[in-house]
């Protein structure tokens, strides 16, 4: 069964930068078919999406964030990451991975899309 596990969230100052790690279990990368994503959910708003990446390694990114994200993947560690740089407080979310392996291609930035969660991990960042 696929697992999802973030780590790297943490409390940062306004400008910092942050990468984000999600461990990936089993055998899921050698699917030739799959989008991985990082969505994030501020507090009392809806989860919205922050970067895809498609099996070829094409990453998309949301328009807000554009010029300050790198998402890319490691086969071999089974980590995808997400690099986040010139945060700003408006950036504070818990921060979710997730997968699905019924994509080629045009990853979708659309939560419901995805059939596979982490449990999140918290970024702050302080004004």
């Known amino acids: 069964q696929l697992q999802l596990v973030e780590s790297g969230g943490g409390l940062v100052q306004a400008g910092g930068s942050l990468r984000l790690l999600c461990e990936i279990s089993?055998?899921?990368?050698?699917?030739?078919?799959?989008?991985l994503a990082w969505f994030r959910q501020p507090p009392v708003k809806e989860r919205e999406g922050v970067a895809t990446?498609?099996?070829?390694?094409?990453?998309n990114y949301a328009r807000s964030m554009k010029g300050r994200l790198k998402i890319y993947k490691d086969h071999d560690k089974k980590v995808l990451y997400l690099e986040m740089n010139s945060l700003q407080p408006g950036d504070t979310a818990m921060y979710y991975c997730a997968a699905d392996p019924l994509w080629t291609a045009g990853c979708p930035m659309d939560h419901e899309e995805y059939s596979a969660w982490g449990q999140g991990t918290q970024v702050i960042v302080s004004s």
């Open positions: 990446i498609e099996v070829a390694g094409t990453p």
């Open positions: 089993g055998a899921f990368l050698t699917h030739t078919g799959h989008c």
